[in-house]
């Protein structure tokens, strides 16, 4: 019988974990990766965020890695990280249905230049900053077209943006067109009146979105930023900023989290931070996908977010 050993956001957050496991699977066996009386197993699912080396260490004879967050970059840049027992990411409806919501929201905000209306509130000034463009007339590039990519793509087309992606292999998304590979990155980039990042932190990617990079978008161009704080060149995205290469930024994602006090990113005026809270979902979604992730792995099924430590994502 499969049982569950829980370090996930640390040892005070390990009876919460429990209870919420028993609502849902009541004959799944869980207990406390901080026990020390803990014996590991052959069949043992870990559910975990970071750990330290030694922990990873300790984990090479388990049955899996289920990991709470959706980017394990955390994870397979660790040297102790044991790549031969099966990593799995956070996934499931709701992660995708609130990554699409966040987007949806700093889409429309870059649109209509909603920081501008935040400002004049704080300062009290009432002024037209009037936009008249709609979304059908505003083309939304993704950057990493896989789970949630994929989903926030689709979300943004019924809306009406008129949305392309961008990824390494050639697969189709239905009703987005799809760049794929470094070639295609011009083109990709040309097109995108509001670039989106939802890419893995991996070593190809890490500081891709510096300013040559944004010089390719059209003039004026927003960015989102909701992958990894460690995709954008910080100092290269101010710079664009300040020179109008960019309009505006949403950023939910930071190098270092949390943004420390003092952080030019805090005040730029035409930057939005929020604390890196796209898409986290509820604790009975997490653990309503983790129950789903083991009963696949019993049945000897491949889960869908299996990753691949060799592509690193
Ligand atoms: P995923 O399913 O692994 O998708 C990754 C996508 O990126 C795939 O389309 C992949 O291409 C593409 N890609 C990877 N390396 C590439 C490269 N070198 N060139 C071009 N395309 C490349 O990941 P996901 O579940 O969608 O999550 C994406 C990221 O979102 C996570 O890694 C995490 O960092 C971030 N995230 C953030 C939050 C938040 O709250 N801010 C929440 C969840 C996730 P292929 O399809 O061709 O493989």
Known sequence: MARLIISADGPDNVAGWRTAFHHVAPDLETCSWYDPDLELRADDYA????LSSADLARMKGLRAIICTGAGVNHLLDDPA???HVPLV???GDQTAALMADYVLWAALGLLRDARTWALQQVAEVWRNNRV???CAETRVGIMGMGHLGAYVACHLHHVGF???GWRRSARDVPGIRVFAGDEALPDFLRDADILVNLLPSTTQTRGMINYDLLKQLPHGAG???VGRGNHVVQADLIRALDEGVLGGAVLDVTVPEPLPAGDPLWRHERITVTPHVASEASREAQVRYVVDVIGQMERNERPALLCDPGRGY
């Open 81 to 83: 990280f044991p790549a």
């Open 223 to 225: 960015l989102i930023n």
């Open 47 to 50: 559910l975990v965020w970071t």
């Open 89 to 91: 990411r956070m996934g």
């Open 132 to 134: 008249s463009r709609t």
């Open 162 to 164: 008129a949305v392309s």
